[in-house]
């Protein structure tokens, strides 16, 4: 056999897989609900036909069993009632039974050439008769035709070198073979039609919610709106089946991705709207030391040190947007941290910052997993918020406590406070209480600081604190810290 044909190549092997290719094609472009229809259906009608085969060789088996049974009845009968006749005597037809049959007696001699009783038997005897007749043979059964008729025939061995054959109609048997057919194979088809109609019923149903999943993404992609959801039936909804639970998870993400695009579009828009002023203001003053030979020593001093403020006020604001579109901290750069020395040394380049405001600090000796830089920039705009809001002279007090189930850094400050309806919102990124709109800043410290606390797995929150001014709290889970050492 050559390469060629022991491969499957030629034009023979390239025809069959271009068919099963084009299947494939054809059962990949067919929609799901039709795929698992078909699957079904096809499960379903094998198992009825398998049902309705085994049913056919039962009830086959049955109705021959039952016309054998009667066969060694009649035989046993019929010899022992039987008369001390010659051998190759016929007991005429219906004579002996009550159905329609024949009876005979061979020997091993009977049917052959010269025997006289070959010319009156009617059933026909074969080799295999005449062994049972001559006992080298036991009983058996088989099929033959006499004058038109199937008949099924039982030979058996009789007393001395003879032989009994009985033989019955079996068109009945016959009949109800062929009419047991028919009929399964009626239930079969029917069986066939009602799985492949209920299994497409069944995928419709069952694949509803996808197909609602799946006009929702297409409607999302061609609309770019994250606001659509998939609306589920009252009695899909309470179902708690994986497809339900898919469609909830979808509308889940969706409500989390609007929340995401809208948080995006606010912070464009109010970053845009921060960068305004000090750009405007940078353009101003880039303009005025363009006509430098217009303006006096004096003039030019103030523009330079204006454009060089308004630069370091972009850069931070800048740098702040940088920090915030970080979500985790880098995993290489956590390491052991001893908060109560870091937080002594944010107090100290506070107070060098904010000569006007007393800091005083009670720190617990505490050690934590983080980033040191990050958790300082957390630390100083917690001060630098605190002081920016004391009147000159008011203290800010910063406390570090290491107890069950956390650790918590509280720090307050004696000003103003935070009103009821901004509390809410004090965290959210370029957010301004009506006391802070004619203060310096951006905007960004408190969600910086929120978001390096959430980082860190820790909860940073604000509230009122007793006889006036603000308390912001750093809660650190226990399980989150490093072995504290003693507390101070």
């Known amino acids: 056999m050559s390469a060629a044909r022991r491969s499957g190549e030629g034009p023979a092997g390239d025809r069959r897989s271009g ?31 398998g049902v309705c085969v085994a049913a056919y060789v039962v009830i086959r088996y049955e109705l021959v069993r039952q016309l054998d049974l009667q066969l060694t009845q009649q035989a046993t009968l019929l010899a022992q009632e039987r008369r001390d006749e010659g051998t190759g005597t016929l007991y005429g037809e219906c004579r002996w039974l009550a159905a329609p049959a024949c009876a005979q007696v061979v020997t091993p001699r009977t049917g052959t050439p010269g025997h006289p009783a070959g010319k009156d038997l009617l059933i026909p005897v074969t080799d295999a008769t005449r062994q049972v007749a001559a006992g080298t043979r036991g009983a058996y059964y088989s099929v033959v035709t006499v004058r038109g008729h199937r008949m099924r025939t039982l030979t058996t061995p009789l007393r001395g070198p003879r032989a009994l054959q009985l033989a019955v109609r079996s068109d009945t048997v016959e009949q109800g073979e062929r009419q047991a057919a028919r009929l399964l194979a009626a239930i079969g088809a029917a069986g066939a039609l009602l799985a492949a109609g209920l299994g497409y019923i069944a995928s419709r149903r069952a694949l509803a919610p996808v197909t609602r999943l799946t006009a929702t993404a297409e409607r999302i992609a061609a609309t770019r709106d994250p606001a659509h959801r998939i609306e589920l039936p009252p009695e899909e909804g309470r179902r708690g089946d994986e497809i339900s ?13 609007e929340e995401s695009v809208a948080a995006q579009r606010r912070l464009v828009a109010d970053a845009s709207h921060e960068l305004r002023t000090p750009l405007t203001a940078l353009r101003t003053n880039a303009e005025l030391l363009a006509r430098a030979d217009r303006l006096s020593p004096a003039q030019r001093d103030r523009a330079a040190s204006a454009l060089g403020g308004q ?32 937080a002594a040394r944010c107090v100290e380049e506070a107070r060098s910052h904010w000569a006007h405001t007393a800091f005083t600090a009670e720190l617990a000796e505490v050690t934590v997993d983080g980033v040191p830089a990050r958790l300082a920039r957390l630390l100083t705009n ?7 809001f004391s009147p000159p002279g008011a203290e800010v007090e910063v406390r570090l406590t290491s107890g069950e189930p ?16 901004d509390l809410p919102y004090v965290f959210d990124r370029f957010y301004r209480s009506r006391q802070a709109r004619a203060l310096p800043g951006s905007g960004l410290g408190l969600a910086m600081a929120r978001q390096i606390a959430r980082a860190h797995g820790s909860a940073l929150s604000a509230e009122a604190a007793d006889g006036g001014g603000a308390l912001f709290r750093l809660r650190i889970p226990r399980h989150r810290s490093g072995a504290p050492g003693p507390e101070a």
């Open 19 to 49: 068919e099963r290719r084009a299947g494939s094609r054809l059962a990949g472009r067919l929609p799901l609900r039709t795929r698992m229809a078909l699957i079904t259906s096809a499960a379903v009608a094998l198992v009825t036909v």
């Open 406 to 421: 956390a650790i918590d850094l509280t720090v307050r400050d004696h000003g103003p406070g935070i009103a009821a309806e």
């Open 245 to 257: 639970r898919l469609a909830g998870s979808f509308n889940t993400m969706l409500g989390e991705l």
């Open 382 to 388: 917690l001060l630098d918020n605190a002081a920016k």
């Open 311 to 342: 630069l370091r006020e972009v850069t931070g604001l800048v740098n702040d947007l940088i920090e915030l579109a970080r979500d985790e901290e880098p995993l290489p750069l956590v390491e052991p941290v001893r908060l109560d020395l870091l």
